[in-house]
């Protein structure tokens, strides 16, 4: 029994070196900036139109913000390890008449986050568990 109290104590100082590099992951997506190229759902793309820039910022304090459709957005979020997580998101509140279905699907899209992929200067965001696909283009 002496023995392996011995051996669990030795142990400890190198488990508590390991433990911080574990937690201390660093957020791959932090001070980045993205531009929306589309939303897959399918057989189905939508594109933003050409007057119409969909962008998404990830801070290094955990919050995000763009700009959707119409209106500007705010959110927090999580990154464990390839899996994205955000919260609802507040916004401004103007009307811009022929966006705002395409605005709250964005807004949802957002939401339901889960399993992202960085690819070079492209960012894909599953949501819906697997529903669906938001797809940016770097834009720093």
Known sequence: MGYVLRSLFAMLPVLSMVAPAVADEPNRLANTQWELESIVEGRTEWRPSG???VTLVFQA?????GKAPCNYYFASYTV?????????????????EGVMEQEGRYLRALEQAGRFELSG????IEYGNGQGTL?????D
Do not use: K, V
């Open 51 to 53: 007057r119409t820039e």
């Open 61 to 65: 304090d955990g919050t995000a913000n």
């Open 80 to 96: 464990e390890g390839d899996t994205l997580s955000m919260s609802s998101a507040g916004s401004t509140r103007m009307f811009c």
């Open 121 to 124: 200067d492209e960012l894909r």
């Open 135 to 139: 797809i940016f283009e770097r834009d």
